[in-house]
């Protein structure tokens, strides 16, 4: 902690972080931050990153930039963005997810195995569509190849 006299007024520092000429003065070595030790060794933290009781599956999005989440009770998916290091949105569903697979890039198409049986598809504006599947998946894995497959893993002999 950093302690400072303004004006006759003792101010402390409790974060004691650069101050906004010292960020500008950053930008203009960049090249040279990847030798700065206090720069490589910084702790950056990520916004509202839990659940409330606990999360079931956590992917990243396969350009890195958000983290998906699903949470077991209340049944919620939660998306958080890498870049703004905050939460991009959060939705809550009928039933707790067993498994979810991202269908493009991001989070605007993503795919959801709930326990009661039914495989919804979302949309980036909520919920698009809802199937029911025979046995009870355990697993869901999509396929960008050729034919865009998404596959269910369940239960039972077939």
Request: hydrophobic residues 35%.
């Amino acid at each position: 902690m950093q302690a400072s006299d303004v004006g006759g007024v003792r101010v402390y520092n409790v974060s004691a972080t650069k101050t906004a000429p010292e960020w500008s003065q950053l930008k203009k070595k960049k090249n040279t931050l990847r030798y700065d030790q206090e720069y490589r060794n910084r702790l950056e933290l990520l916004q509202d990153f839990h659940m409330p009781i606990s999360t079931g599956c956590l992917q990243f999005s396969p350009d890195l930039t958000q983290i998906v989440a699903t949470g077991v009770y209340k049944p919620q998916v939660k998306v958080w963005d890498l870049n703004e290091q905050a939460i991009k949105f959060e939705r809550h569903m009928d039933a707790e997810a067993v498994d979810f697979a991202l269908l493009g890039e991001n989070f605007s198409k993503m795919a959801f195995l709930h326990t009661d049986r039914t495989l919804t598809f979302h949309a980036s504006f909520g919920h698009l569509y809802r199937t029911r599947v025979p046995r009870h998946g355990r697993s869901l894995r999509y396929d960008q190849g050729r034919h865009c497959m998404l596959y269910v893993g369940g239960t039972g002999p077939e």
